[in-house]
């Protein structure tokens, strides 16, 4: 194990957690329901959804069509879905990761020699 690797049981709670927030994506999220979320019920139950922008800036996004309504565009209706949220898991746990990896400083191990 070098230096920089997390300890045993860091890893095993990181791993924990991306194999849940994973299995829950993959396998759980299809059976969402197709109502609409709380946000979207309540601008149509005060009659102002009708107001909402035709082109908003997020659909300006470059993968703002690969992932449309929470599906991945392009491949079999069954697995959409699930595609989408595995790809959506790993990428955000790659970026929290990384930002994670440049905000703490890695850790020295005695034996190390100062930097000058």
Known sequence: MTPSDPPPKNRLVWLTGLGTALVIAVFISPLASGDPDGLDRVAQDLKFDRQAHENPPARQLPFAQVFDEYALQGVPTGLATPLAGLIGTLITFGLAWGLG??????QKSPADPPES
């Open 101 to 106: 990896k440049l905000v703490i400083p890695s």
